[in-house]
T-cell receptor, first 112, second 112 residues
Framework: EDKVVQSPLSLVVHEGDTVTLNCSYEVTNFRSLLWYKQEKKAPTFLFMLTSSGIEKKSGRLSSILDKKELFSILNITATQTGDSAIYLCAVEADFGNEKLTFGTGTRLTIIP | AAGVIQSPRHLIKEKRETATLKCYPIPRHDTVYWYQQGPGQDPQFLISFYEKMQSDKGSIPDRFSAQQFSDYHSELNMSSLELGDSALYFC???????????FGPGTRLTVT
């Protein structure tokens, strides 16, 4: 059974700090790893990673995948209160079995 | 840009009643996924459709059924509702087999 583990479960930092969120996974026939941000509503897509070692970047957020060690990290620099949310990591297996298996998420709280 | 549309956004039903949730994918998206998210939990995959055919099935109870129609919208039918069915139900859509899933705003179902 596919498995995704995120750490830490919860993180509280001050505005301006840099945070690193971790995601490790076990999946048969890995295809991609996705990061979503969930506030009070639906998960919002952040990144999709398929290749090892290639950093995806969007503003203050960046993410990288290590397929050998089966993990990914999500970095947020110069955090802002609007970054407060639950960050979900999900993995997807090969074509024909494309459902997302989610981790339990990291709840990030940014203190002004 | 157009997003995934779900209706209704909120639904209150009594035990043993029936509910129908609707999902309208992003235009040109041919695959639809249904997820259930209980309070404080990560989204759990229920069922998916590709080109109007069921493509994968997760932890969906036998009391639930779903289908995708010719216009690609999907409906999740839930019968004999139980208190434990109270959750947020997300629909996600994607284009083809190589792109990320985008989530709708969710339907919050409360069973009393």
């Amino acid at each position: 059974e596919d498995k995704v583990v995120q750490s830490p479960l919860s993180l509280v930092v001050h505005e301006g700090d840099t945070v690193t969120l971790n995601c490790s996974y076990e999946v048969t026939n890995f295809r991609s790893l996705l990061w979503y941000k969930q506030e009070k509503k639906a998960p919002t897509f952040l990144f999709m990673l398929t290749s090892s070692g290639i950093e995806k970047k969007s503003g203050r957020l960046s993410s990288i995948l290590d397929k050998k060690e089966l993990f990914s990290i999500l970095n947020i620099t110069a955090t802002q209160t609007g970054d407060s949310a639950i960050y979900l990591c999900a993995v997807e297996a090969d074509f024909g079995n494309e459902k997302l298996t989610f981790g339990t998420g990291t709840r990030l709280t940014i203190i002004p | 840009a157009a997003g995934v549309i779900q209706s209704p956004r909120h639904l209150i039903k009594e035990k043993r009643e029936t509910a129908t949730l609707k999902c309208y994918p992003i235009p040109r998206h041919d695959t639809v996924y249904w997820y259930q998210q209980g309070p404080g939990q990560d989204p759990q995959f229920l069922i998916s459709f590709y080109e109007k055919m069921q493509s994968d099935k997760g932890s969906i109870p036998d009391r639930f059924s779903a289908q995708q129609f010719s216009d690609y919208h999907s409906e999740l039918n839930m019968s004999s509702l139980e208190l434990g069915d109270s959750a947020l139900y997300f629909c996600a859509s994607r284009r083809g087999g190589r792109y990320e899933q985008y989530f709708g705003p969710g339907t919050r179902l409360t069973v009393t």
